[in-house]
């Protein structure tokens, strides 16, 4: 590995340069099955230590939404202090810019929760004013391609197109599910011009800041904060645009093309940060401490 992205055999080497962390969840705290218990352990030492921890996640539902599965999957309260998704923007930007708007859901049942609380009609697609699209209706069996003629129809109407969540794909368990961005991508495809809200783009990380400096009780420097992420497009991305230092976690979503997830091959580690112009302060395969 080079000097610019070393492995790491613990985030404790690095941990005394940062007042916050800024954590993904999928991919790095649980893989949507079961929490990973050094993760949250490492979590929970940055916050003993005196770092702000806010979770920063693409999940398409609010925040309290998150957290109670977050509770399911075994992890401790005490990992962190604040959570932030996606779907709280989205939630944010539909109850500002879209009262009273009647709106076609494309995703599971259980991402209704978005809608809580808004003044929205949730209705057909023949009679939308704009589509919201948290994932597949059914990620277990569907892919992107099933949703070709739908969205070659909501093109056509130009119909305003929100992305509740960018992330193409996701862990469950040692499958790989695709996600509302996956969708987003092929509605671009079309001709759409698809709204996307959470990481990599500014909206999210202004809030997970606010939420760092909130936690911690005075104002943060961005070079005071280190992101941890598994995802090259959204976590690493998302950092390097905001100032943030990041620690790559290769074992959630690129561990295939990285070699073994308990091992990456750090030749494919190096050759991925350079193809997509980035650096890591660290390299771990899962995040320890």
């Not at 230590?49 to 005490?78: F, K, M, W």
């Not at 923007?89 to 879209?98: C, K, P, S």
């Not at 990620?139 to 119909?159: Q, S, W």
Request: charge should be negative; hydrophobic fraction near 45%; glycine fraction near 12%.
């Amino acid at each position: 590995m080079t000097e610019r992205s070393p492995f790491l055999a613990g985030v404790s080497l690095i941990a005394d340069r940062y007042d916050g962390i800024l954590s993904d969840v999928w991919g790095v705290v649980h893989n949507g099955v079961a929490a990973w218990p050094n993760a949250c352990e490492a979590l929970t030492r940055l916050r003993a230590g005196g770092a702000a921890v806010v979770l920063i996640s693409n999940a398409p539902r609010p925040s309290r939404a998150v957290t109670a599965q977050l509770h399911e999957l075994g992890v401790p309260a005490d990992a962190y202090d604040a959570f932030v998704s996606s779907g709280d923007v989205t939630h944010d930007l539909l109850a500002r810019d879209y009262g009273g708007a009647r709106i076609f859901h494309i995703g599971p049942e259980r991402d209704l929760v978005l809608y809580d609380g808004l003044d929205v009609t949730l209705t057909g697609e023949a009679a939308a004013d704009l589509a919201v699209c948290t994932g597949l209706f059914d990620d277990t069996t569907e892919t992107p391609e099933d949703y070709d003629r739908l969205l070659r129809g909501l093109a056509a109407r130009r119909l305003p197109f929100i992305c509740a969540n960018p992330d193409r794909v996701v862990e469950r368990g040692t499958d790989l599910i695709f996600c509302a961005g996956a969708i987003a991508d092929l509605y671009r495809e079309l001709g759409g011009a698809p709204q996307i809200i959470g990481k990599p783009h500014a909206d999210i990380y202004d809030v997970a800041h606010a939420a760092l400096e909130t936690a911690r009780g005075r104002p943060l420097k961005n070079g005071r904060v280190l992101a941890i992420g598994d995802s090259v497009g959204t976590d690493l991305r998302g950092a390097a645009d905001h100032g943030y230092d990041v620690l790559f976690v290769t074992g959630g979503i690129h561990s295939a093309e990285l070699g073994r997830p308990e091992a990456p091959d750090p030749g494919r580690v190096a050759a991925l940060l350079e193809r997509e112009g980035l650096s890591a302060v660290g390299v771990q395969p899962r995040l320890v401490w």
